[in-house]
Nanobody, 119 residues
Framework: QVQLVESGGGLAQAGGSLRLSCAAS????????MGWFRQAPGKEREFVAF????????NYADAVKGRFTIFRDIAQMTVDLQMNSLKPEDTAVYYC????????????WGQGTHVTVSS
């Protein structure tokens, strides 16, 4: 089992910044990538960004490209999401996810952290 704990959510004004962090613990010896997803009220969960844990390859949703940056710290087994130039439409519950193997689905999910962006 892998446990994921998110932190860093909260309230920001439009144009502001927040940084989310996700710490992975447990059976992390099998590691491929970690990602961030979000779910806005009344909408389905959507992909935000992911990073491969060994190579550091990243990918972003078009909606956040150029504004959000994903980082990883292998030693600490943490993945952060730096969110700049926030927009009200970024308001959502943000979830961290962990993929043990390439080509597989995300095996583990965090509980989520709320982000609210006011206009």
């Amino acid at each position: 089992q892998v446990q994921l704990v998110e932190s860093g959510g909260g309230l920001a004004q439009a144009g502001g910044s927040l940084r989310l962090s996700c710490a992975a613990s447990g059976r992390t010896f099998s590691r491929y990538a970690m990602g961030w997803f979000r779910q806005a009220p009344g909408k389905e969960r959507e992909f935000v960004a992911f990073i491969t844990l060994i190579e550091g390859f990243t990918n972003y949703a078009d909606a956040v490209k150029g504004r959000f940056t994903i980082f990883r710290d292998i030693a600490q087994m943490t993945v952060d999401l730096q969110m700049n130039s926030l927009k009200p439409e970024d308001t959502a519950v943000y979830y961290c996810a962990y993929a043990s193997r390439q080509g597989g689905s995300y095996d583990y999910w965090g509980q989520g952290t709320h982000v609210t962006v006011s206009s």
